[in-house]
């Protein structure tokens, strides 16, 4: 109970202190050992092999791995979202990773107080544990906000992955809890699929079609995110008109 208390009191004490409507979005970001294959300036090889999902990756020491550019991307949300000054206390970002176990990396917090985590690869993927624990995050966000009497727009769920959920991970339920929330309105899903990514698996998932990532530009994908959360944080709460700019060449539908 002090727990809750306390917890009750740091919300409060953070809510008084900036009041402004709320863009939550959480990110659910694949870490699972595939992450680590380097996709750029090369280094070599070590002999070592890794099996995962039944495919054998090489273990190479050096060079600029999807792990590495996806943390580079989480820079450049919070270098773009920090240096607007409306969506910086508006927008919220939190993090949850799946590589062997799913982890809350991020909990909620405001742009202007987000510090990009540096993310490691390892293990399996379970994406529908990360999806379902992600759905109870958005929940709790929204019954904080509301006891706070704090306005917020529809959250954002935006799931990055290089291939699919592990066997006999829930990930048909998590799309059943995915569609619901859907249709209730209550957030709106968003999968991009990495090279190597089931997009069909995706597909059941998401209401709306998977995006391919093109060429590993994590960057300009998160450069993206950040300008849409930027064009709803200035738009009226509940707004269902907000136009988002254009993907450009960074995904295909």
């Known amino acids: 109970m002090s727990d809750q208390i306390e917890y009750a009191g740091f919300a409060a004490s953070e809510f008084a202190e900036n009041p402004e409507p709320r863009v939550p979005c959480v990110l659910l970001l694949d870490t699972s050992g595939s992450m680590a294959e380097v996709v750029a300036n090369s280094g070599h090889e070590t002999g070592q092999t890794v099996q995962q999902d039944g495919q054998t990756y090489r273990v190479v020491s050096g060079g600029t791995s999807r792990i ?18 409306l969506a ?17 990396i991020q909990d909620f917090v405001t742009a202007e107080h987000f510090q990009p985590p540096q993310l490691h690869a390892t293990g399996s993927t379970p994406m529908g544990q990360a999806i379902i624990q992600g759905l109870e995050m958005i929940a709790q966000r929204k019954a904080t906000y509301r006891t706070n009497g704090i306005s917020y727009y529809r959250p954002w ?47 059941q998932i998401a209401t709306r079609a998977p995006v391919k990532l093109q060429g590993l530009n994590f960057r300009d994908m998160f450069l993206w995110l950040s300008q849409s959360m930027q064009a709803v944080s200035q738009s009226s709460t509940g707004d269902p008109t907000v136009t988002l700019p254009p993907m450009g060449g960074w995904g295909v539908i």
């Not at 959920?165 to 709106?188: C, I, N, R």
């Open 68 to 85: 590495d550019l996806l943390n580079e991307g989480l820079v450049t949300l919070k270098d773009t979202l920090a240096a607007d000054t």
């Open 88 to 104: 910086s206390k508006r927008a919220e970002i939190a993090i949850v990773t799946f590589g062997g176990m799913v982890t809350t």
């Open 157 to 203: 769920v935006f799931l990055i992955t290089d291939g699919g959920p592990d066997p006999g991970d829930p990930w048909q339920a998590a799309a059943v809890q995915v569609k619901q929330g859907e249709a209730a309105k209550s957030f709106a899903f968003f999968t991009v699929g990495v090279e190597g990514a089931n997009l069909d698996i995706l597909a």
